[in-house]
Each structure stands twice: as C-alpha cells, then as structure tokens.
C-alpha cells in the first residue's frame, strides 16, 4: 500500500507539473510575454512545483527533516545527474551570456542557505527574504531577456512550443490546465510525503536521508525530461538554463516559501549541515570552471558529474547503514578522488585562461596591423 502511494503521488506530482506548465507557459504566451521570458520563469519555476508542493506538506505535516532534504538533495541531483547525463548525451556548447550571471547568483543563494541555517533554524523572517529573493530574480531574468539574440529567442520558441500566442477563446482552457494541474500536485505531494515517511520508519532511515535520495530523485524528473530532452533537440540554453533557474527557484521559493509557512520555521539538522547543504554548495561552486571554460560541458565532464552522483548516493546508503565500508570510501574519496577532480579543474581553468589571452592579444595585434 505504501509502495502505490508513493506510485501514485509521484504521477501526480509529474502529471500535475505537466499541466501546470502546459496552462501558465501558453496563458503567459497570450498575454504577449515572450518565450525566453516563459522559458526562463514559467517553464524553470513550474518544473520546480513538484519540490513547493512536496516541501510545503511535508512542512505542515511537521517533518522539517524531508522538506529541507527535498530541495537540497533535488539541487545536488539537478546539477549532478541531470547535467551530467545531458552531456553524456550530447555536450551542451553554452553560448548563453546569462549563464554566466546565474551560477554565481547560484552559489550566492547557496551561500545565503547556509549562512541562515548555521543556528540550527530557517526561521519566518529568513524565509521572507529568500522568498523576496526570488521575486527580484525573477525580475532580473525578465529585463536581462531583452538582451538576449534572437537565435536565443528562437530556441525557447521551439522548445517551449508557445511560439503561437494562445487566442482568447483558449484562455479559459489553459485556467483549467492549472486548476487541474494544482489539484494534482497537492494531492500528489500528500500521498508522496505519507508514503516517504512511512518507508523511513520502515527501512530504519531517516526523514532527511529519505528527502535527499528518493524524494529529491522523483521531484526532480520533470527536470530530467525538459533537460535530457532539450539536449537531444541541441537546445543547449533550455537544458542547462532550466537545472541553474530551478536551483535558484529550489532556495529562495520553496525554502523560502516553506519556512515562512512554518509558525516556528525549518529546523536544519546538524548532518544537514555538516555534509549535505556543503556538497550543495561544493556541486554549485564546481560548475564554474566547466560553464567559464569555453562554455562547453563536454562528455567527460559530463560523466565527472554523473559518477560524482552515484558517488553520493553510495555513500549516503553506507551512511544510513552504517556499512563497515563507510571509512574506507570515504578516505578514498576524501584524499584520492576530490583533489584528483580539483587539480583536473583547476588544470582547464588555466588552459581556457591562458589560450583566451593569446586569442585577445592576437585580435590586438591584427587590429594593430589592419591599414587605417
């Protein structure tokens, strides 16, 4: 019974987030806004419903634990899985100049998470700063649009499929997608939340590991599906735009929002913040050297990401077992494989820097040599 449960209010969170998105995106579309301006709110926000509605109720059903593991573990798995395997697939060339501003805004509210969780609480009035956050980011992505070229614009026109404005008749149709939508989504992160916390006492985990792993995975799949297949399509700025806009979403919405909803706030559990809220940040941080250099998330990177993923949930399993195998991975990853990956890096940070100095002092030699 659990299992359906947990079935049931996984479909409905995918299915509710569908219509969701299909309704507000074509509803957003006849009210003149464009497709880069959908893509980057409409489209990134709603994929991000399923983690609002989970976190929410489990919020108000008084498991803090599930509701803070659900958006830091969907972020963990945003950037690792689903970038990861979007560029196994294809490497995603990112020539998007607003990527450039959304992974530091990225690992600022990062930063701001953890900064507000360090006494243990997110409480009401942090929650409406994050909350505020995401108001102000969404405004900043709606003036830096109109920057945008029109290569750029076409591309979230095809991917988004609003490249058609909705006629008036149809207005009421897309209102009944998101009523529709909405039911779905509540209903489904009631049965989801019930089923997760009825498996943690089953199995002996807790909430938090339960929100970081399982939770956080099946939240996370309309992600999945708009990356994976805008990487097949070669819409390199929706694959990659959607995992960084969700993020940020993820931090200063959900949290925000769930933490203000809350009459005492989150409580942040101290593994919480040992571990998991800094491989959040740690994930966050290591799309820098990979989004600057070039702006190419080639394969091999893409599959640093993904076997870093399957990493975590390894050891998030031993953990939770407390396998006698826990010290030894965590030695091997500790003093082999993350300075291995940092000095990897570190080594392409320094190539991309060094060759884009010679590409501008070449460009200034040629233009110092162009006749008057």
Not at 205 to 216: C, D, H, M, Q, R
Not at 278 to 302: D, K, S, Y
């Amino acid at each position: 019974m659990t299992l359906l449960l947990f079935v049931l209010g996984l479909g409905g969170l995918i299915a509710g987030a569908e219509l969701l998105v299909r309704g507000a995106s074509r509803l957003a579309a006849a009210v003149g806004l464009s497709p880069l301006v959908i893509g980057l709110t409409v489209v990134a926000y709603g994929t991000s419903a399923p983690e609002l509605a989970v976190s929410l109720q489990a919020g108000l059903s008084g498991q803090a634990a599930l509701s803070l593991g659900n958006v830091v573990g969907s972020n963990i798995f945003n950037v690792l899985f689903i970038l990861g395997l979007s560029a196994l697939i294809t490497p995603l060339v990112v020539s998007q100049q607003l990527v450039r501003l959304d992974v530091p805004i990225m690992i600022g509210v990062s930063l701001l998470l953890l900064l507000f969780a360090l006494d243990g609480t997110l409480n009401r009035w942090e929650g409406a700063v994050l909350g505020a956050g995401a108001v102000l980011y969404t405004v900043f992505c709606v003036w830096q649009s109109r920057k945008e070229l029109e290569p750029i614009q076409a591309e979230y026109a095809e991917g988004i499929n609003v490249a058609q404005p909705a006629a008036k008749p149809a207005w009421m149709r897309q209102v009944a997608l998101i009523v529709v939508g909405l039911v779905l989504l509540v209903l489904g992160a009631h049965w989801l939340v019930a089923a997760a916390v009825n498996i943690a006492t089953g199995l002996g985990l807790s909430e938090l590991v339960i929100g970081l792993t399982i939770v956080a995975a099946g939240t996370s799949l309309p992600e999945v599906a708009t990356s994976i297949v805008a990487a097949l399509r070669g819409q390199r700025d929706i694959a990659v735009g959607n995992v960084i806009g969700s993020n940020i979403f993820n931090i200063l919405a959900v949290l925000g929002l769930a933490s203000f909803a809350m009459p005492h706030g989150i409580q942040v559990s101290a593994a919480a913040l040992r571990f998991d809220i800094p491989v959040m940040i740690a994930v966050a941080v290591a799309c820098l050297p990979i989004f600057f250099t070039g702006n190419v998330i080639a394969r091999w990177e893409g599959a640093l990401f993904f076997g870093y993923y399957l990493a975590y949930l390894i050891y998030m399993l031993l953990l939770a077992t407390q396998h006698q195998a826990l010290p030894l991975f965590s030695i091997i990853m500790i003093a082999f494989v993350l300075p291995l990956t940092v000095i990897t890096l570190a080594v392409v940070g320094l190539r991309a820097l060094r060759g884009a100095r010679i590409r501008s002092t070449h460009e200034a030699k040629c233009a110092d040599d162009a006749p008057g």
